[in-house]
């Protein structure tokens, strides 16, 4: 059997034009364009790429955006300064700081400044324990992303047996509570995991997001299930490549996405839709 690719891009293009169509109708109902500030720090340049499409994305969809693209060594107590201004300026719907950030800055301190209401990314605690008691206010954008693209394929994760390789707070353990909020019975594995063959085996709905090329051998896949691979890992040849198997897997799996082309695009998809829900709950 040769796996249905799910078509990330597709998907999010589709997802762009609702939020631009949102965008316009807002305008014409005199309500304010909705803005996100993005913050860079450093000069890592798979953040550079990660931020320009996120602005690019903006352009697309009529949403406002304001870039801060600050030195390497800029110390943290700056970069509070900064979020703590946007924070109070009424203009802007949603903050956003690139990760990683330079090692002498604390990510979780600086995610705990924005606030909650703008915290697009969802990386703020009071967003994560939210989610935890089916309230979601913000949803991590790339967990939510995987969510929409099931939606779009027909999948419903209800009564499925959903397994998540990773257990990091922005990929692996939101993932895990958003196919537990759809009522899946969820397993989730990590670095300590024994005999992760056999739980990748038992998953009609597989989540990987791991950081290591080919990690999740594609022998390892029931026959049928659905393959999210979340990875995205870039090889020597510049080529980039996901944490899945990709051609083996292709050929047991029922659905599958692309690296490129599958989780990635969802991901700034959700962000512009977080990004015009912020708006909404400003006006
Ligand atoms: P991360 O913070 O490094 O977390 C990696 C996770 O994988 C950890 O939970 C770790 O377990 C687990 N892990 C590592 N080695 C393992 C092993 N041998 N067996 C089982 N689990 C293992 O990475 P991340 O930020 O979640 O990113 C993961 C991947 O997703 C990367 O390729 C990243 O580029 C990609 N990503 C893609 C998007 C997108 O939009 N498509 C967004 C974000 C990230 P422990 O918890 O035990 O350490």
């Not at 063959?197 to 290591?212: M, T």
């Not at 510049?238 to 659905?255: H, P, T, Y």
Request: charged share 20%; hydrophobic share 45%; with cysteine.
């Amino acid at each position: 059997m040769t796996a249905q690719l799910i078509n990330g891009k597709e998907i999010s293009q589709q997802r762009l034009a609702a939020v631009a169509a949102a965008v316009e109708k807002r305008a014409a109902a005199g309500l304010h364009t909705p803005c996100l500030a993005v913050i860079l720090v450093g000069d890592n340049p798979a953040s550079a790429v990660y931020v320009r499409n996120k602005k690019l994305a903006c352009q697309k969809s009529g949403i406002e955006s304001l870039s801060y693209e600050l030195p390497a060594s800029t110390t943290q107590d700056e970069l509070l300064k900064l979020v703590d201004e946007l924070n109070s300026n009424p203009k802007v719907d949603g903050i956003l700081v690139q990760l990683p950030l330079p090692e002498h800055i604390d990510s979780q301190v600086v995610l705990e400044t924005i606030l909650p209401h703008k915290d697009v990314d969802g990386f703020h605690p009071y967003n994560v324990g939210r989610l935890v008691v089916k309230m979601p206010l913000m949803r991590p954008c790339t967990p939510k992303g995987v969510m929409t693209l099931l939606e779009s394929y027909g999948v419903d994760p209800k009564g499925k047996k959903a397994v998540v390789v990773g257990a990091s707070n922005i990929v692996g353990r939101p993932q895990a509570l958003e196919l537990l909020l759809s009522r899946a019975t969820v397993t989730v594995c990590h670095s300590a995991t024994q005999n992760l063959a056999e739980e990748v085996a038992q998953a009609d709905i597989l989540v990987v997001g791991v950081g290591i090329p080919n990690f999740v051998k594609g022998e390892w896949i029931k026959p049928g299930a659905i393959v999210i691979d979340v990875g995205i890992n870039r090889l020597a040849d510049g080529s980039l490549c996901g944490d899945v198997e990709f051609d083996v897997a292709k050929e047991r799996a029922g659905m599958i996405t692309p690296v490129p082309g599958g989780v990635g695009p969802m991901t700034i998809a959700t962000l512009l839709e977080n990004t015009l829900h912020a708006a909404e709950l400003h006006d």
